[in-house]
Structures are given as structure tokens and as C-alpha cells.
């Protein structure tokens, strides 16, 4: 199981709660709006050389899967519950 969720670490799409600066899960707050252009997203442990390019695909998945929704120019990515990150994830992520 540790090494399942290792290299497959949670993806949370977040969006913005209107009136407000707070952002939240998409899938647990239904009232959300989108940044215009922006795709964020927070993920959820560590990225070293065996999860990077999973971390890549899905948010390219998603960024794909929300196109017709919010055409996506800019990427942010919250990673605070990230506590390392390796040169291999740092690398692929850059690509």
C-alpha cells in the first residue's frame, strides 16, 4: 500500500470559492469557479523519479479533460504537503 500511494500520489484539482481567496477541492465544494486560464492543483506526497512521470500524465489529463470548461494558458501547482522533490521530478515536471 506505501508503495502504491508513493508512486501514485494524490492529485486534488482546486478551484476558487467566489467572494473569497480560499480554494478548495473541486469533487467536496460544488459552488467553485475556475481562474480563468489557470489549472491549479495541489499534490499530495513527495515526487521523486518513480512517481514524476505519473504526476505529469494526470495533470496533463486533467488539464486535457477541462479544456471545453477553462482553456488552460498557466499551471500552478500547491505543493505544500510535498517534502521533497527529486532532480529526476524536477526535470520532468520542466519538460
Same mark, same amino acid.
Given at each position: 500500500?506505501?508503495?502504491?500511494?508513493?508512486?501514485r500520489? $494524490?492529485?486534488t484539482?482546486?478551484?476558487? +470559492? *467566489?467572494?473569497?481567496?480560499i480554494? !478548495?477541492?473541486?469533487k $467536496?465544494?460544488?459552488?467553485?469557479?475556475f +481562474? *480563468?486560464?489557470?489549472?491549479?492543483? !495541489?499534490i499530495?506526497?513527495?515526487?521523486?523519479?518513480?512517481n514524476a512521470?505519473?504526476?505529469?500524465?494526470?495533470i496533463?489529463?486533467?488539464v486535457?479533460?477541462?479544456?471545453?470548461?477553462?482553456?488552460?494558458?498557466?499551471?500552478?501547482?500547491e505543493?505544500?504537503p510535498v517534502?521533497?522533490?527529486?532532480?529526476?521530478?524536477?526535470?520532468?515536471?520542466?519538460?
Open positions: 500500500i506505501v508503495i502504491y500511494q508513493t508512486a500520489p $494524490q492529485i484539482i482546486l478551484w476558487r +470559492i *467566489p467572494g473569497t481567496t480554494y !478548495r477541492n473541486m $467536496q465544494e460544488g459552488s467553485g469557479v +481562474i *480563468p486560464n489557470v489549472f491549479i492543483c !495541489r499530495g506526497s513527495s515526487m521523486y523519479f518513480a512521470s505519473y504526476v505529469k500524465d494526470m496533463l489529463t486533467y486535457s479533460d477541462l479544456e471545453e470548461i477553462n482553456k488552460t494558458s498557466y499551471i500552478v501547482l505543493m505544500t517534502v521533497t522533490i527529486d532532480s529526476a521530478a524536477v526535470h520532468v515536471l520542466h519538460d
